[in-house]
């Protein structure tokens, strides 16, 4: 009906509170060194007349294998899916978002016409790809069969 161990679980909420508190503070000084790092930087592009675009330029190669090295890890950082999908869709190579064609059937095709089941009497007009009743047609009697219902154009 009671909880006897309420002060235990209370000593171990605690603790992990603890634990992120320690956690929050080691964020909180990568932040600022990041910070003062970024400023350090905006006043050395500042005196030297240089800009990002002059940095990853001429830091071009290292980013290149630092981006190599970092793709054949199981756990790739999170943007690398965004660069694959941008230079998929840039090149038409297979890293596109879109999802690629199937490939075309290159087995028998029926012409354009329209086909008539001879023992329903019914009627399917065949103008570029199959209409699914004709596949279910094709599927069931074979597609020399199928043929042969073609009308006759006059």
């Known amino acids: 009906m009671f909880d006897q161990d309420l002060d235990l679980k209370i000593k171990e909420h605690e603790e992990k509170i603890e634990e992120l508190r320690q956690l929050k503070e080691a964020q909180a000084k990568r932040q600022e060194g990041y910070d003062l790092y970024h400023e350090q930087v905006r006043n050395l592009f500042d005196e030297y007349g240089i800009s990002e675009y002059d940095i990853f330029d001429v830091r071009a190669k290292a980013?290149?294998?630092w981006l190599k090295a970092h793709g054949k890890k199981a756990d790739k950082p999170a943007f690398f899916e965004e660069l694959q999908s941008y230079f998929g869709r840039q090149s038409g190579s297979k890293g596109s978002r879109k999802a690629a064609k199937p490939a075309k059937s290159t087995g028998p095709k029926l012409e354009i016409g329209v086909y008539v089941h001879p023992n329903t009497g019914e009627r399917i007009e065949k103008k570029r790809r199959n209409p699914k009743t004709l596949d279910e047609w094709i599927?069931?009697?074979?597609?020399?069969?199928?043929?042969?219902?073609?009308?006759?154009?006059e």
């Open 139 to 153: 599927e069931a009697f074979g597609i020399e069969e199928v043929a042969q219902w073609r009308e006759a154009t």
């Open 63 to 65: 980013i290149v294998d």
